[in-house]
């Protein structure tokens, strides 16, 4: 071969190892393994925009915000964990607020611990979904309950009249719609209520002399005496709760509260959620977090019509309708915002430096 074919053919070789390398820094050759195994785009899952959003969870106000936080956090990151789903938290400072969230549009809450009253307001005018009814100690029902200081001289409901009252929240059903029914049906009139803002707040209240009665949650006392409803959460910081505080009366039975998805939840995810909460309570470190949430021991499958009881109730009080949430503030003279919920916690939060029962 002449130097000069060699030359043609060095030239000519080169210039085709340059386009093919060109051409490979475009797209893969159809035999590379690697470009076989990537789907096409049109067979891709449609991404939708919930797809890209935390999954937002509510907790209603029932105890101190800051504790309810704690707990709430670490049932979200076990919940992350089990499922791989994103999770953000939020306590607003009402039950109401809760409510309003699961309806918003767009929805701002996808699942709730919802209370039994909010419960059914959020599935009437929502159509929020129940998944779960929460179990405390065995039982699936709890009762509200009237209670005053044992130095207070009040022993009956019929004392009351003329007296203060802590309530917890507008639509708290143990700590506010049962208790203030069973006194419109008896005709008793307290002087001033309020809203203290959680369970253990209107006990806190009626502790250090803030009001004379107040109306929480109750459990049945365990075997060994142990006090399982809303007192029990003074204890640790005012041992003598238990003796000071006593129970006057309780109002019919209630069914448990919920957790509870916003109406159009992903079914799919649902399951998955549903099926990592009861698998977070069955290890040591789920019952602790969710018993320091809501005193909560077991959690339940349950359907809607378990509550048609309480609908019932409601219905027979006339405030079963779509103006219940407007009407709850208007009779109690709350403000709508979620501001009066906040102030009214830290007012019967604190308690007072007067003596007891002043």
Not at 70 to 79: G, H, P, Q
Not at 138 to 144: A, F, K
Request: hydrophobic share 40%; aromatic share 8%; net charge negative.
């Amino acid at each position: 071969m002449t130097p000069i074919r060699s030359l043609a053919l060095l030239v000519i070789t080169t210039l085709a190892m340059l386009t093919a390398l060109a051409l490979g820094g475009c797209s893969k050759p159809a035999e590379d393994p690697g470009a076989a195994a990537v789907p096409a785009p049109s067979s891709a899952p449609a991404q939708t925009s919930d797809d890209d959003k935390p999954i937002t969870m509510y907790f209603v106000p029932s105890m101190e915000a800051g504790e309810v936080i704690t707990s709430a956090e670490e049932i979200v990151a076990a919940l992350e964990e089990r499922t791989g789903y994103t999770f953000d938290v939020e306590v607003p400072t009402s039950y109401i607020a809760v409510v309003e969230a699961m309806g918003a549009e767009p929805a701002r809450a996808d699942i709730a611990w919802l209370s039994t009253f909010a419960y059914v307001l959020a599935s009437d005018k929502y159509g929020a979904e129940i998944a779960l009814q929460v179990g405390r100690y065995g039982e699936l029902e709890y009762r509200g309950m009237f209670v005053t200081r044992k130095d207070s001289g009040i022993k009956s409901l019929e004392d009351i009249a003329g007296k203060t009252i802590a309530f917890v929240d507008p639509a708290s059903t143990s700590g506010h719609i049962y208790p203030s029914a069973m006194l419109k049906d008896r005709g008793i009139e307290p002087a001033e209520t309020v809203f203290a803002g959680g369970h253990p707040q209107a006990m806190l209240a009626v502790y250090s002399g803030r009001t004379d009665v107040g109306c929480a949650y109750y459990s049945p006392t365990s075997d060994e005496g142990e006090i399982r409803d809303a007192r029990k959460d003074l204890l640790k910081e005012y041992p003598d709760a238990g003796e000071v505080l006593q129970i006057i009366e309780f109002t019919d039975w209630i069914p448990n509260d919920t957790v509870t998805f916003r109406r159009g939840f992903p079914a799919e995810k649902k399951d998955r959620i549903v099926q990592a909460l009861l698998d977070y309570l069955a290890t040591p470190e789920g019952a602790k977090a969710l018993g320091e949430l809501y005193n909560i021991t077991e959690l339940v499958p349950v359907e809607d019509a378990g509550y048609d009881s309480v609908r019932e109730k409601l219905a027979a009080l006339g405030i079963a309708d779509e103006s219940t949430l407007q009407a709850l503030i208007e009779r109690n003279e709350l403000p709508s915002d979620e501001a009066a919920g906040e102030s009214a916690s830290e007012s019967a939060a604190e308690p007072v430096e007067e003596e007891p029962g002043a």
